[in-house]
């Protein structure tokens, strides 16, 4: 067994809000934990409310009853333990293959922020007990169905809680990606901790003995601590931060490829222009038309054709219009930041402990604020992918590519060029328009009717990473079509930033010539896309006066 690689940043987890950048962090780059002494401070001064109702004689949710639909039956104080050990050892009855490293350890800390706020009841040995097993590096096995979305993401913080009692199993492949590129086995070009980057399961090990061999040692719950540790929405809200991180990334990019399309088809840039824009003042349009336009800057290519002699009037939507359907992508990840800001200053709890002591129910644990902002993602992520798969066609398409050579094959007729790539876009567009569907507009009663509307923000996530890495795999074949179909414009020079793009492809994948294995270069190119690099292009060129 490989444990995730830990490295020396630390994030100071207190009562105060966190950060997604905090977030992915520890998620993904194996930053430690280290908690707040004050935080700490407060959670023994909040339990003594907890201990004070754990021995009154009147019966409070979580502290002296059962859960859900058994909330009326009264548990004596000696079978207290026995309540919380059965609570999570019941609650952890997830199916299906283990989530992502990087989803596991976002929802542990996430939850261990609720814990520190003060509003749960826990004991400070139990928000020290999940930092240290998140220090370790143990990722323990989360199955990827159980949740519902409401109640919290009950099946799979069941599953962590499992693993601080020292039970259940641990990943026995490497963990998620510590700094660069993800060490555990993976499909060639998937994205790591992404859908598509499974891990590959080796060896499960019981989570007892791994935690022996760390130095940690098993918890034993106290009234209150099983649903603390359970009833928050901190799977899906992790999901919602790691795709917003990958958004920002593939949107830019996506302006730089919608930019070397229109390039490439002898498309104009004066569609683009800030005054343009402007009667139409949406902030995500004017950001994507002006990285277009910075991106085809002083490009030979579009001046060859920008004279009073140039036939065309106007270009096809899909070179025209991509910066509003890009800059609409841009606004929903607006609002979906938005949304993740007031989570990660949420306490979701089940019941909470206020200011003055009072313990006291709630609904904070229903997911549809996060569900909803998670099924508008996979919508835009849909509508981007659709567009760029419109501009792919239109450069293969000899009828419509104003002069470049059918499917941009070598020896048309003998070769077949990117072809077969434009069908892996329809199909994977095709995919995306699927998971685009609601999964928040669903709902399924559960807990005897107790538990009568549902959210489905954990299904909602989880269709959200595969959309984010379809997206991925639709803008590298539009990356890997755009460069080649500038090489073919040659002697015509494009702008320098479109040629860096090109240039950098031509590192990894060979320019035009006789077919090749065409799978290598994608996963090539997805690669290149997830290393970061082509987006610096982007930006070093926004950054130009």
């Known amino acids: ?55 009154s004689e009147r019966p409070v949710y979580g502290v002296s009853t059962g859960f859900g639909a058994l909330a009326l039956r009264h548990i004596p104080p000696e079978r207290r333990t026995d309540l919380q050990r059965s609570l999570i050892r019941s609650h952890a009855a997830g199916a299906g293959a283990p989530v992502e490293p990087e989803v596991v350890r976002a929802m542990m800390l996430l939850r ?46 069941a599953a962590v809680a499992l693993a601080l009692m020292g039970e259940g199993t641990v990943l026995g492949g490497a963990g998620s990606r510590a700094g660069a590129e993800d060490s555990r ?8 901790g992404s859908e598509g980057a499974r891990p590959v399961v080796e060896g499960l090990r019981p989570m007892a003995e791994a935690m022996s061999e760390a130095g940690l040692t098993p918890l034993t719950l106290a009234e209150k601590e099983g649903l603390a540790l359970t009833n ?8 919602l931060l790691l795709a917003i991180a990958d958004l920002h990334r593939l949107f830019d990019l996506a302006d730089l490829t919608a930019a070397m399309s229109v390039e490439a088809q002898l498309g104009t840039d004066r569609v683009f222009a800030a005054d343009l824009q402007q009667l139409r003042p949406h902030p995500g349009q004017a950001v994507s038309a002006a990285n277009m336009l910075a991106a085809l800057a002083d490009s030979e290519i579009v001046a060859s054709h920008r004279g009073e002699d140039c036939p065309r009037v106007q270009d096809a939507y899909s070179l025209r219009c991509a910066p509003q359907v890009h800059g609409a992508a841009r606004d929903t990840l607006a609002h979906a930041e938005t949304v993740a800001e007031r989570e990660l200053s949420s306490a979701i709890d089940n019941p909470v402990v206020l200011a003055d002591g009072r313990v006291e129910s709630n609904g904070n644990f229903h997911g549809a604020p996060v569900g909803y902002v998670l099924d508008f993602l996979a919508i835009a992520i849909a509508d981007v992918a659709s567009i760029a798969e419109r501009r792919t066609d239109r450069m293969l398409d000899v009828h419509r590519s104003h002069g470049l050579p059918a499917f ?56 959200l990473r595969r959309a984010v890495d379809g997206l991925t795999s ?14 073919f414009r040659a002697p015509l020079r494009p702008a320098p930033v479109t040629a860096a793009a090109r240039d950098l492809v031509r590192e990894r994948v060979p320019g035009p010539g006789p077919d090749r294995h065409l799978a290598p270069d994608i996963a090539a190119v997805e690669r290149l896309i997830r290393s970061g690099a082509v987006n610096q292009i982007l930006e070093q060129g926004v950054s130009k006066p």
């Open 185 to 192: 086995p993976m499909a060639e070009g998937a994205r790591p």
């Open 474 to 487: 639709v803008l590298a074949i539009e990356l890997l079509t755009a460069a080649r179909a500038l090489d």
């Open 232 to 239: 928050g929405t901190d799977g899906m809200l992790g999901m």
């Open 112 to 157: 261990l922020r609720t814990l520190m706020t003060g509003h749960t009841g826990v004991r400070p040995e139990t928000a020290r007990a999940l930092a240290e097993l998140l220090d370790s590096g143990l990722i323990p096995v989360v199955p990827e169905y159980g949740s519902l979305g409401c109640s919290g993401d009950l099946a799979p913080l």
């Open 1 to 55: 067994m490989v444990p995730m690689t830990i490295g020396t940043q630390r994030v100071v987890v207190g009562a105060g809000p966190m950060t997604a950048a905090q977030v992915v962090a520890v998620a993904r780059e194996g930053a430690r934990v280290e908690l707040a002494a004050d935080g700490l401070d407060r959670l023994a001064k909040v339990r003594g409310h907890i201990d004070e109702l754990a021995h």
């Open 408 to 463: 941009l094959a070598d020896d048309p007729g003998v070769d077949s060029g990117y072809m077969i790539a434009q069908y892996t876009q329809a199909g994977i567009v095709s995919e995306l328009k699927r998971c685009a569907v609601p999964a928040s507009v669903d709902s399924i009663p559960s807990s005897a009717m107790q538990e009568d509307h549902v959210s489905m923000g954990w299904a909602a996530a989880r269709k």
